[in-house]
Every structure is written in structure tokens, then in C-alpha cells.
């Protein structure tokens, strides 16, 4: 077993339970970035989803209202797509965080970064690095949180796969 298995395998598993591990490594981000038409990945490193959208449990919303992608600390955090940075800060359960606002109106979280790297105000573009993942506020191991909102406000979450995926950006 390689030493970036052993690190994701041995090192985030405490994430995953209840969860199936699968370990996915994407293909080069610059063919992928292509192929989704200004669209990104939200992390390029090998990662497993340790914790899948709606799953039930003791979170305000009564249901996880993002998708956890399992990866080691300091793994680099992208933008999706194009928007301003309208977060950059601690913010709760979600620790370090990122929230930009796309030009389609929807609101991205990252959480549970390690470092940000981008101010309030800034535009990004598709790929351009937020910061870095890690496990600041509630979180059980290593990892990004990655979700989608309608609207800023808690509560207003829509399936962050099925997001990505009607922009051509697939992550299983």
C-alpha cells in the first residue's frame, strides 16, 4: 500500500463510519476542468465521501446538508466555478470556512478548512485555490465539507452532487 493510501485510509477512516469506502483518484484537473465547461472539481486529491448528503442525524437541519469528502489535511480547496467570496473566517461547527456566491445565484460552503487563502470581496474562477482542507470545527477527522445553498441562510441546501453533476462535474 502506498504511503498517500495508508495516510487516507488509516488517517480519515473515523469519518466514514456507516459509510462505504471508496477510494477515487480524479484524472488530471486541467482535462477534467475542460470537459465540465468552466466547471471544477472542489478538490483534486484521492478522496472517499465519508459522508453523503441527507443522511439523518443530530445536525440543526436534522439531516447532513453537504457532502464530505474524505482527504488528508492540507489537500488543496478550489472554487467550483466563477463568484465572490462573500465568507473567509471561522464559523461555527463548519471551523475555518469559505463561502462564495456563484453567478448562478447558488451559495458554496467549504468547511473544516486548515488555512484560507482567499479575503471577502474576491472573485474566483473556476479552480482558483480557497485554502486547504483539514478538521477545525466539528468534524471527526480530516476533510471537506462541501454544500450548496439556494439562498446564504442555514437550511437552504440543495444536493451538492447533483449540482455539480448538472454542470458536468462528476464526483463519485
Do not use: C
Not at 16 to 41: E, N
Not at 130 to 141: D, I, P, V
Amino acid at each position: 500500500m502506498t504511503a498517500l493510501k495508508e495516510l487516507t485510509l488509516l488517517g480519515t477512516v473515523p469519518t466514514a463510519i456507516a459509510s462505504a469506502l471508496v477510494l477515487t483518484v480524479p484524472q488530471g484537473a486541467t482535462a477534467a476542468d475542460r470537459a465540465a465547461g468552466g466547471w471544477a472539481r472542489p478538490i483534486t486529491a484521492p478522496y472517499y465521501i465519508s459522508s453523503s448528503y441527507g443522511v439523518r442525524g443530530d445536525w440543526a437541519a436534522g439531516h447532513h446538508t453537504g457532502v464530505d469528502f474524505a482527504v488528508p489535511t492540507g489537500s488543496r480547496v478550489r472554487s467550483v466555478g466563477s463568484g465572490t467570496v462573500v465568507l473567509a473566517r471561522r464559523s461555527g461547527a463548519y471551523g475555518k470556512a469559505v463561502t462564495v456566491r456563484m453567478r448562478d445565484g447558488h451559495y458554496i460552503v467549504y468547511g473544516h478548512l486548515s488555512k484560507i487563502s482567499v479575503k471577502p470581496g474576491r472573485s474566483v474562477g473556476a479552480g482558483s485555490r480557497l485554502g486547504s482542507s483539514g478538521a477545525t470545527g466539528r468534524a471527526s477527522g480530516p476533510h471537506l465539507h462541501f454544500e450548496v445553498r439556494n439562498a446564504r441562510g442555514y437550511g437552504n441546501d440543495v444536493n451538492p452532487l447533483r449540482y455539480l453533476s448538472r454542470r458536468g462535474v462528476h464526483m463519485k
